[in-house]
């Protein structure tokens, strides 16, 4: 009989003590406004096909606000049409008072995940169920009014930046703080404003660098492509001339190409500039700046091949090297 009364007394404790059993806390107090006040989505902000989703709130309260901080009470989620399935999730930046007042934050996606464009998405504000049975809930429904109509890269990030810089005005009002600063090419984020910004939406210098005093852009450049065209394009602008008649006969007298033919006359040529300098000066500098127009302009012409004249570029660098360092080391 006594093991009998002490397994029943240790049932009993194991089913007092359990956590199912516990009696949660008192819901925190509800924020006295508690509202999504304005939405502002654009896309192919950094790529074509991204979208950025971004949404001015206030969590507000005119007494008996939580020492917690509101990025652990509440949080963000973006909702299909559906109004179940969830496409993301952010919290508020405890930036200023502890993240409650006003703010702004939101979601991005990449082309391969951007929802479908103007559709009814549901933005929720929601408190945290860790800290809320009961917790509270503002939905906001995304209209065709809320979404760009314009579809440039430079177009939606100077309507997100702007967005951006009057949400500010109302922050900077709400905070009692400043944000902005004003400069010649316009208004921008200051130092505090620019912190905020880059905290709450990660990547918001590349989406929006006007608004940034030191401004990160991404440059789309292709890859060069290499040909010979322009060469050819040289050599043969003689065709059907006296000149052209001339060359192709200085090619079947030497049985070689007339361009290998001139680009040896040229040559020489650069070489009795040089024994001219020396000889009357002793100074080759100003055969060196004579050399230079007559190896570009040969080449222009076609009487001088490109690659020679690549050769003959780096023993002009090897020859000043030489007049700057070795000849008075």
């Known amino acids: 009989m006594k093991k009998i009364l002490c397994s029943l007394a240790l049932a009993v404790a194991l089913v007092l003590g359990s956590p199912a059993s516990q009696v949660m806390a008192v819901d925190p107090t509800t924020p006295t406004t508690f509202s999504i006040d304005d939405v502002q989505v654009v896309h192919n902000i950094v790529e074509t096909g991204d979208s950025l989703y971004a949404f001015k709130y206030t969590i507000a309260y005119d007494s008996g606000q939580p020492t917690t901080p509101a990025n652990k009470l509440f949080h963000f989620r973006l909702m299909d049409t559906d109004g179940v399935t969830q496409m993301g999730a952010v919290e508020p930046y405890a930036y200023a008072d502890s993240g409650y007042g006003m703010g702004y934050s939101a979601f991005y996606f990449t082309a391969d995940e951007s929802p479908t464009w103007e559709t009814a998405l549901v933005l929720k ?191 002009y660098a090897l020859y000043l090297g030489y007049l700057f360092m070795g000849k008075h080391a």
């Open 125 to 315: 504000m929601v408190g945290s169920p860790q800290y809320w049975e009961s917790p509270p809930e503002v939905n906001y429904t995304l209209t065709g009014s809320d979404y760009s109509q314009l579809d440039t890269k430079s177009e939606n990030q100077v309507l997100m930046g702007n967005w951006i810089i009057e949400v500010c005005r109302t922050l900077e009002i709400n905070w009692e703080v400043k944000l902005l600063t004003e400069t010649n090419q316009g208004t921008i984020l200051n130092d505090t404003g620019a912190a905020y910004g880059k905290g709450t939406i990660p990547g918001l210098q590349t989406m929006c660098p006007k608004i940034f005093s030191v401004q990160n852009q991404t440059i789309d450049t292709s890859k060069r492509d290499w040909n010979p065209i322009k060469i050819d394009e040289w050599k043969l602008q003689w065709d059907g001339t006296v000149i052209g008649a001339f060359l192709d006969g200085l090619s079947e007298l030497f049985s070689m190409d007339w361009q290998v033919v001139t680009s040896f006359g040229v040559g020489v040529l650069v070489i009795l500039l040089f024994v001219w300098g020396q000889s009357k000066w002793a100074d080759n500098q100003a055969a060196m700046i004579a050399g230079i127009h007559v190896l570009n302009g040969s080449t222009l012409m076609g009487f001088l091949h490109p690659a020679i004249l690549a050769i003959l570029t780096l023993f």
